[in-house]
Nanobody, 115 residues
Framework: QVQLVESGGGLVPAGESLTLSCKVS???????AAWYRQAPGKQRELVAK????????NYSDSVKGRFTISRDNGKGMVYLQMNDLKPEDTAVYYC?????????WGQGTQVTVSS
């Protein structure tokens, strides 16, 4: 079974950087990977998405120029580098894998940005 575990969240001041990691128990080759986030009172939203060979990458407008998604298929890892963090980035961040009709989610990691 495929399992995803996120790590790297925490409490940081505005302007600071943070890197989130997602470890996958099985192979991730052939799967589209993504990071989502959900803030209190809001719907879960897509932050960034990356295909298996890293040639198709998409970001939400709110994080463009600040966040970078990457992956290492051999290590079964997906990363989200977050720079110049803002209080509006505060949310639970979730790692996601998708292939055809199959979708897997991690448990989420909390990111809190103080002003």
């Amino acid at each position: 079974q495929v399992q995803l575990v996120e790590s790297g969240g925490g409490l940081v001041p505005a302007g600071e950087s943070l890197t989130l990691s997602c470890k996958v128990s099985g192979t991730i080759f052939g799967w589209t990977a993504a990071w989502y986030r959900q803030a209190p009172g809001k719907q879960r939203e897509l932050v960034a998405k990356i295909n298996t060979n890293s040639q198709n990458i998409n970001y939400s407008d709110s994080v463009k120029g600040r966040f970078t998604i990457s992956r290492d298929n051999g290590k079964g890892m997906v990363y989200l580098q977050m720079n110049d963090l803002k209080p509006e980035d505060t949310a639970v961040y979730y790692c996601n894998l998708a292939f055809k009709t199959e979708t897997y989610w991690g448990q989420g990691t909390q990111v809190t940005v103080s002003s």
